[in-house]
């Protein structure tokens, strides 16, 4: 999981990060102080590359290194999508509406209703940048509202006629 924490403590989920990822790509060649937290719920290997090694044009008609710099143009990519997706969600002015909106890009990701997430209550809350009460709040709200049905982080979203 990649975090961020402020000076008062207060910890922001950037991502969380599936096995294989990579993480920290636009820092290598910022030169700047990294202020981010990696943490890893289970084993796991980190590989660290040389960005000038990997840039280098002295290996360009080596195909294992094309393949491989393009697999990390692609995970650029798409960490850039996951980024878009997580402002969108955090423009939302209202803790209910940021929960609709990640919920709702959750279910067209999984193409169903129903469907898991990979955050915990205060991992969500974290991610949304809301207070864990008032989230569950909203969740109790949106479930009296039969709006969506949600135990632990499993959801299911009810589609309402309108």
Known sequence: MLTQEDIWGHRSIINKLPAGNTFA??????????????????????????LDKLLSLDYLTDPTHNKLVKNLVNVLVKKAFNLNAKISHMNKRSTREKLLSYLSSQSQKNNNLEFDIPFDRQQLADYLGVE????????????????????????????IEK
């Open 132 to 159: 864990r009460s008032a989230m569950s709040v909203e969740l109790s709200k949106l479930q009296k509202d039969g709006i969506l049905k949600t135990k632990r982080n499993h959801f299911k979203i009810n589609m």
């Open 25 to 50: 790509e636009p820092f290598a060649t910022a030169k700047v102080p990294l202020n981010l937290s990696i943490e890893a719920h289970e084993d796991c290997l980190v590989i660290l590359f040389k």
